[in-house]
């Protein structure tokens, strides 16, 4: 300990850094007064921004492997790892180290990463309670087992449903090919097949909107038009209501509408804890071959040659797809090539190296419960409740009028003003239901919309439709001070002429009806007069007729027949 007040001192501002939780982590280990000669020189030197700690950059950001190296390591788990528990796991990390450098030397011009904590990355991947009992000790190993053995309910398709949303890794350009950023992509995943059962793609942040269009496109059926539409040649139909939803706590994934839909459709919602990408491992894997398969299209923003944001310049120059043929471009590679891939014996619950579209037709006829009809689907995601009254045309909600020949009987019999419930869809306008309480008439009633030609957009879009536009805005605001410049003009005009003189209102409108009548004889006196015609030259003449035509050829007798 030192001695003296300086040392004194230290041990007390010693004791108050180690004391106060923002701080006591950046506390040294070993403190005494030199530490603070030394913090008192650095402030007067270089100021105080020299005090903050300046490892902010240390660690690692990157992925610590590559995808070659992430194939080898899996090939390694299959052939070892889960075959034997005599393999320990630096064992089967030096294997992996050895294939990896053997198969690429040579073939890329550098070799990525490929140590232990390279394997441990990629393990840390996978929840699979082989894997975990045979890298971590007894204690851990029990705790994550008991998560992992989470997907040992999986037996069949809609079991457990996984679902997430990304940030797609190329760029994308509007319809005159001005680039307009990269898309976010809502997928969700049989964890019992692995195949995409739905995927949406937008251009605004992920949202409980987006989220709630995956879920409904999980439920609804895709027709022939689909298929033909795409040129997609695996057609299968992979509708159906899950059991199990798994999803992350995003902010996508939480809002008013979303639980009130899990809840009415019957599925179970199981969300993981943040920063936990490994607890969803099926979606986790589907972004990662989407990415893949991304980065060869133009506007990537990475590749092998050009990792780490070197190339999102020339993605956005390279920017020339839309959204539409995105969407197609990726419906195309789900049926025709990520659905035909062989999943690894590490990557299915189910234990069984099968392409996604095997095990979907080997398990579709062990599914229990059927697909729901589309006005089931519908109802379920009527999640908002509001009352109105009847009309005589119907009903209106969010500025959209509804009417039906059901809705038509109904009003008859319980007459105008009588205030019914209203549920509805908040993303889907063309149709509600109403909720009565009359015999002989359908409960609840789907009500469409009057329109026929009504799209499918969500009742904030019709109140952005029908606001005025900033153009429109301008417009009347210039039509507005024109109007204040017209009102100007008679003004000073009045202001010149000074101020009328009083009389006999009668008289002087009588003098100035005269006075316009005058006027206007004397402006159509400018004009020629009509030419004069003799009427007993036109009197009793016979009307001119057109000359008929005659046919340069006889009619035959033929034609005449």
């Given amino acids: 300990m030192n001695e003296g007040p300086a040392g004194g001192r230290s041990e007390i501002l010693k004791g108050e850094l180690l004391e106060d939780a923002r701080h006591a982590s950046y506390a040294p280990s070993s403190f ?101 009992r045979a890298r971590h000790d007894t204690e851990t190993a029990k705790r994550l087992t008991l998560q992992a053995r989470f997907y040992a309910r999986v037996e069949v398709p809609f079991d457990v449903v996984e679902i997430d949303s990304t940030v797609g890794d190329v760029f994308l350009s509007d319809i005159r090919g001005v680039c307009i950023g990269r898309p976010v992509i809502c997928a969700a995943i049989d964890a019992a097949s692995g195949f995409p059962l739905a995927i949406r793609i937008d251009l605004e942040s992920a949202s409980e909107k987006l989220t709630i269009q995956t879920i409904k496109e999980i439920m609804l059926p895709r027709g022939e038009e689909f298929f033909e539409r795409l040129g997609i040649e ?165 500025n959209v009028q509804y009417s039906s020949p059901e809705l038509c009987e109904l009003l008859s019999e319980i007459g105008r003003k009588s205030t019914v419930e209203v549920r509805y869809d908040p993303t889907d306008i063309r149709a509600i239901a109403v909720v009565h309480n009359r015999d002989g008439v359908p409960n609840p009633m789907i009500v469409p919309a009057k329109s026929e030609h009504v799209l499918p957009i969500a009742f904030k879009d019709v109140a952005r439709i029908k606001k005025p536009s900033d153009e429109a805005k301008a417009k009347d605001l210039a039509a507005r001070a024109t109007a204040a410049d017209l009102a100007q003009k008679a003004q000073e005009l009045a202001e010149q002429r000074g101020k009328g003189k009083i009389t006999s209102l009668r008289k002087a409108r009588k003098a100035e009806a005269q006075r316009r009548k005058i006027t206007q004889v004397v402006e159509r006196a400018k004009s020629p007069p009509l030419k004069s015609a003799s009427v007993s030259k036109t009197v009793n003449q016979p009307t001119p007729r057109m000359a008929v035509r005659r046919r340069e050829q006889r009619p035959q007798m033929d034609i005449l027949e």
């Fill in 234 to 398: 695996n057609r299968i139909n992979t509708a159906g209501v899950p059991r199990v939803l798994v999803s992350d706590q995003g902010s996508e994934n939480s809002g008013k509408w979303l639980p009130g839909i899990i809840a009415q459709s019957g599925m179970e919602w199981a969300k993981k804890i943040p920063g936990c990408p490994e607890k969803k491992p099926h979606v986790e894997r589907f972004f990662l071959e989407l990415n893949r398969y991304l980065q060869t299209l133009p506007g990537a923003t990475t590749s092998k040659t050009m990792p780490h944001r070197a190339r999102i310049e020339k993605g956005m120059f390279e920017a020339c797809i839309t959204v539409e043929e995105l969407e197609g471009l990726i419906y195309k590679w789900i049926y025709d090539v990520y659905a035909t891939k062989i999943r690894r014996l590490i990557h299915s619950p189910l234990r069984v190296a099968e392409s996604p579209l095997d095990s979907w037709n080997r398990m579709v006829n062990g599914i229990a419960q059927l697909p729901l009809q589309p006005n089931e689907v519908h109802q379920i995601f009527m999640v908002k409740e509001t009352k109105r009254s009847l009309q005589h045309y119907g009903l209106d909600v969010g």
């Fill in 32 to 132: 005494n007064i030199r530490t603070l000669q030394m913090w008192k020189k650095t402030l007067g030197d270089e100021g105080p921004n020299r005090l903050i700690p300046h490892n902010q950059d240390q660690g690692q950001f990157g992925p610590r492997h590559d995808a070659d190296y992430e194939d080898c390591v899996f090939e390694v788990l299959e052939q070892l790892l889960l075959k034997s528990d005599r393999v320990t796991i630096r064992v089967a990390a030096a294997k992996a180290e050895k294939l990896y450098r053997d198969r690429y030397t040579g073939t890329k011009e550098k070799l990525g990463d490929c140590a232990l904590r390279s394997f441990l990355s990629v393990m840390n991947t996978l929840r699979a309670d082989d894997v975990i």
